[in-house]
């Protein structure tokens, strides 16, 4: 019997070796309700055109194919015109200068996530080809982890002129400090002409955010100045515009997260 009870006790403490002791010791198990392999990167190409511009139908044609391929949960794109052509803005014009400064200017031109990509002009004379290079930056783009998590959402003004109220958080999912971050917001109208895809005619000033530790949120609430045309100016139907609201790093100019508000 003492046998018995000396061999029982021998396989209890050598199972207990075994298991590194972990059936006596409790686990403790961190919880972390995001990560940036939960949480997809969504890409914004930016392309910036001029009414006359011979190769700008070609990069447009290309980029909105991608764009009703990829949808709005994966890729955004925003087209920004230039140079006086009439649906330009102030904010398009200050913005590409804030891209390129003294370097090359020209149309087409495309930004993918900011600076993150450049194309200007076109890659080569097929549409084919030039297809495949954008596809191919855009692909480079989505297989980065993201660093944040962005929300927002959309509702009525209470007065009649503006309109819209956007409201959201971003919230840094990484393991490490992110500084030098800004969120800005773009709306874009949409027209029956080529070249005139979500054309942009409205860009927020940059709300800067303090360094965000990881885990830390930050609020913004963002008002577009432009408002809905009247419903007799567009055959009876309702206006849609197009409200993008992204995360940039403003001394790098990567775009490190957009999103679509429905």
Known sequence: MKEKIFIFIFLIIFLLTLS???????????????????????VLVELFVQEGCLTCPTAEFCLGDLAWEYGTSKFILVQEHLWGDGY??????????????????????????????????LACDC???????????????????????LSAAKTPHPNPLPNIIIEGTVKNISDIPLKDLAVCGMVGREGEESGLYNYIQDISPFQN??????????????IPEISLAPKSEI??????????IFVQNTETKEILQVLYVE
């Open 20 to 42: 590194g002791n972990n059936m006596l010791t409790p686990q403790v198990f961190a919880q972390n309700n995001h990560s940036p392999k939960d949480v997809p990167r969504t």
């Open 209 to 222: 955010m303090p360094t965000l530790l990881p885990g830390e949120t930050f609020n913004f609430e963002y």
């Open 88 to 121: 330009d803005t102030p904010e398009t014009n200050a913005r590409y200068n804030w891209y390129v400064g003294d370097g090359k200017k020209g149309t087409p031109d495309v930004f993918i996530n900011g600076l993150t990509k450049r194309l200007q002009g």
């Open 127 to 149: 549409v084919e080809g030039n297809y495949e290079c954008y596809k191919d930056a855009i692909d480079k783009e989505l297989s980065r982890p993201s660093l944040l998590k």
């Open 235 to 244: 055959n009876g139907e309702e206006e849609i515009l197009h409200l993008v």
